[in-house]
């Protein structure tokens, strides 16, 4: 790995690394070494930019999560209509499996358990959550304001039940219990039904 020309380029190397191997390995397999060996770096470099490697699994967490939302909410505005934002927002949060998506979530389901025991991560899991929410409310308001929803919860509530659904459901798509297309079929019937939006 060439070395980079400044310290934040170097942490940025050791996150992605850290990344790949969480994926590979899974959070209770990966060790300081593994993640030193995947960066191009001894063990003594890793510690030097991260003294406690709980705050290195943490910062992955936090530019994951950063980058997953980020991928939500592009996919979501670029639909004009109300209840296709949901549908692209409900496509975007299943995992495919073989995909990057699928690494993605997969890279968030092996840290999150960490949320309760770093407040760090409970921080950024609760920041996680409100930022997914915040792009179905933003739908959802607008569906309502433009008089094509009729809430059967409240806008919160209802955000946060999409929210919920996807992440109860993305474990089985990722080990093959259950379908993508499926899955994605049950969770847009469930935001219609909240919605009270007519099939199409």
Same mark, same amino acid.
């Given at each position: ?18 990344a790949?191997?969480?994926? +590979? !390995?899974?959070? #209770? ?10 960066a =191009?770096?001894?063990? &003594?470099? @890793? %510690? ?31 639909e004009?209509?109300?209840? +296709? !934002?949901?549908? #692209? ?10 995909? =990057?998506?699928?690494? &993605?979530? @997969? %890279? ?55 929210? &919920?659904?996807?992440?109860?459901l993305a ?14 079929a ?15």
């Amino acid at each position: 790995m060439a070395r980079p020309r400044n310290q934040e380029a170097r942490r940025r190397e050791i996150v992605e690394a850290t990344a790949l191997t969480l994926v +590979d !390995r899974g959070y #209770a397999k990966t060790r300081l070494r593994d993640i030193a060996e995947a960066a =191009g770096v001894t063990p &003594a470099s @890793v %510690l030097y930019y991260y003294p406690e490697i709980t705050d290195l699994f943490a910062e992955t967490y936090a530019i994951a999560a950063a980058e997953y939302v980020a991928h939500r909410r592009e996919r979501m505005l670029a639909e004009p209509d109300p209840f +296709d !934002r949901l549908r #692209a927002g409900i496509e975007s949060g299943v995992p495919v499996p073989g995909t =990057g998506s699928a690494a &993605a979530t @997969v %890279l968030l389901v092996e840290l999150e358990p960490m949320a309760s025991r770093h407040p760090v991560v409970a921080r950024e899991h609760g920041a996680f959550l409100e930022a997914q929410e915040d792009l179905y409310a933003q739908a959802l308001e607008e569906g309502e304001a433009a008089a094509v929803f009729s809430l059967t919860l409240g806008v919160r509530d209802t955000a946060r039940t999409l929210v &919920a659904m996807e992440d109860g459901l993305a474990l089985d798509v990722l080990t093959g219990r259950a379908d993508h297309d499926k899955t994605v079929a049950l969770i847009v019937a469930l935001a219609r039904s909240l919605t009270g939006a007519t099939a199409r």
